[in-house]
């Protein structure tokens, strides 16, 4: 995944910019690859999620743009788009029953572990409060990273900006991760529950044997 989305594209961006190619062919050939990437997912699974779908229509959109106006920095906000896109769908689930990362984590754990989701889900109400806050911190920070991302690539060189991307990219991800541990652990201590994992069980209380 790193080497299709990041590695690739970089690749091929400032390979193409040290041989000469102008910055507008440059971009365009390094986003071609997700895109490849995800047409090719829809061939082989023959359905497309509505993620993808809005991906592969703000990319064409964005192209089109791009050489209408010959500007390069228009190409470059496809990155910022995506990321608002994300942020926005993930606080549109707050409403619902689950919140976003109740359903990312169901999907990437195994059978056994969903069961100790689903319990936890249905036994601790701080557990449920938990995900929904650190929900809603995801699908902000994902539209502050979108918004950072249009401010370089309309104010920064061009050629500077692809790298500085990733750099956002990897913060952003630091940033979730560091506020879904430390948070996420104290705020279910203050509700007497320790997590280890998926784990939840209550807190010791006193005079009681660990």
Known sequence: ??????GIPLG??????????NQFLALLAGAVIPVAGAVRGLVAERRIGGLQLFMLGTMGLTVA?????????????????GMAAMGGWMLCTLPFRRPFLYEATRI?????????????WERYPAF??????????????????SA??????????????????????????LAILAFQRFFG?????RNGLRSRGLVITPLAGPGSST
């Open 1 to 6: 995944m790193l080497l299709v989305h990041v």
């Open 12 to 21: 091929l961006f400032y390979g193409l910019r040290w041989l000469g190619a």
């Open 65 to 81: 743009m791009s050489s209408v106006a010959g500007s390069p920095r228009l190409l470059l906000i496809r990155n910022g788009w």
């Open 108 to 120: 990437v754990v195994d059978e056994d572990k969903q069961r100790t989701l689903a319990a936890n």
């Open 128 to 145: 449920r409060r938990m995900l929904w806050i650190c929900s809603a911190f995801w699908g902000v920070a994902c539209l502050v990273d």
């Open 148 to 173: 950072a991302r249009v401010v370089m690539a309309m104010c920064l060189p061009v050629d500077l900006v692809p790298v500085l991307d990733e750099v956002l990219l990897g913060v952003t991800v």
């Open 185 to 189: 652990r104290a705020y279910l201590r």
